[in-house]
Protein backbone atom coordinates (compact mmCIF):
# COMPACT_ATOMS: atom_id res chain seq x y z
CA UNK A 1 0.00 0.00 0.00
CA UNK A 2 1.41 3.08 -0.68
CA UNK A 3 1.69 5.98 2.14
CA UNK A 4 1.81 9.38 2.11
CA UNK A 5 3.20 12.03 4.49
CA UNK A 6 0.17 14.28 6.57
CA UNK A 7 1.71 16.96 8.99
CA UNK A 8 -1.10 18.28 11.87
CA UNK A 9 -1.14 20.33 14.15
CA UNK A 10 -2.37 18.67 18.28
CA UNK A 11 -3.07 20.57 21.13
CA UNK A 12 -0.36 19.60 23.55
CA UNK A 13 -3.27 18.03 25.62
CA UNK A 14 -4.03 15.40 22.76
CA UNK A 15 -0.52 14.72 21.65
CA UNK A 16 0.15 14.03 25.72
CA UNK A 17 -2.90 11.58 25.31
CA UNK A 18 -1.55 9.88 22.20
CA UNK A 19 2.22 10.21 23.61
CA UNK A 20 0.73 8.11 26.38
CA UNK A 21 -0.83 5.85 24.72
CA UNK A 22 1.50 5.17 22.41
CA UNK A 23 3.86 3.97 24.98
CA UNK A 24 1.10 1.89 26.44
CA UNK A 25 0.18 0.02 23.65
CA UNK A 26 4.04 -0.08 22.29
CA UNK A 27 2.57 1.83 18.94
CA UNK A 28 4.10 4.43 17.10
CA UNK A 29 2.00 8.00 17.50
CA UNK A 30 1.88 7.29 13.95
CA UNK A 31 0.41 4.07 13.44
CA UNK A 32 -2.44 5.33 16.40
CA UNK A 33 -3.16 8.33 14.77
CA UNK A 34 -3.47 6.41 10.90
CA UNK A 35 -6.01 3.96 12.96
CA UNK A 36 -7.76 6.48 14.47
CA UNK A 37 -7.96 8.64 11.22
CA UNK A 38 -8.90 5.51 9.11
CA UNK A 39 -11.69 4.77 11.43
CA UNK A 40 -13.10 8.19 11.48
CA UNK A 41 -13.05 8.58 7.36
CA UNK A 42 -15.03 5.17 7.28
CA UNK A 43 -17.57 5.91 10.31
CA UNK A 44 -18.26 9.66 8.46
CA UNK A 45 -18.10 7.68 4.85
CA UNK A 46 -20.96 4.61 6.61
CA UNK A 47 -22.56 7.80 8.32
CA UNK A 48 -23.02 9.78 5.03
CA UNK A 49 -23.90 6.75 2.74
CA UNK A 50 -26.80 6.17 5.36
CA UNK A 51 -27.94 9.84 4.73
CA UNK A 52 -27.93 9.98 1.12
CA UNK A 53 -29.77 6.44 0.69
CA UNK A 54 -32.15 7.75 3.70
CA UNK A 55 -32.65 10.89 1.20
CA UNK A 56 -33.15 8.96 -2.11
CA UNK A 57 -35.93 6.56 -0.09
CA UNK A 58 -37.65 10.03 1.23
CA UNK A 59 -37.82 11.61 -2.61
CA UNK A 60 -39.26 7.96 -3.89
CA UNK A 61 -41.51 8.06 -1.31
CA UNK A 62 -40.38 5.03 0.10
CA UNK A 63 -41.89 5.89 4.18
CA UNK A 64 -43.37 3.59 6.40
CA UNK A 65 -47.05 3.58 6.92
CA UNK A 66 -48.99 5.62 9.78
CA UNK A 67 -49.97 2.68 11.30
CA UNK A 68 -46.38 1.58 11.64
CA UNK A 69 -45.38 4.86 13.00
CA UNK A 70 -48.41 4.47 15.64
CA UNK A 71 -47.06 1.09 16.57
CA UNK A 72 -43.38 1.94 16.99
CA UNK A 73 -44.99 5.15 19.00
CA UNK A 74 -47.35 3.31 21.27
CA UNK A 75 -43.95 0.95 21.77
CA UNK A 76 -41.85 3.27 23.38
CA UNK A 77 -43.85 6.11 24.76
CA UNK A 78 -45.65 3.83 27.25
Same mark, same amino acid.
Given at each position: ? *??A =???L &??P?E !? $??? @?D $?? *????H?S &??? @? *??? *? !? +? &?Y =??L? +?????E !??? +???? +???G???P????A?L? $? $??A?
Amino acid at each position: M *ATA =VLTL &RLPEE !I $KAK @LD $KL *AQATHRS &RSF @L *AEE *A !I +A &RY =VDLE +AWQIGE !IEQ +AIQE +ADSGDFAPPSDLAQLL $K $KYAG
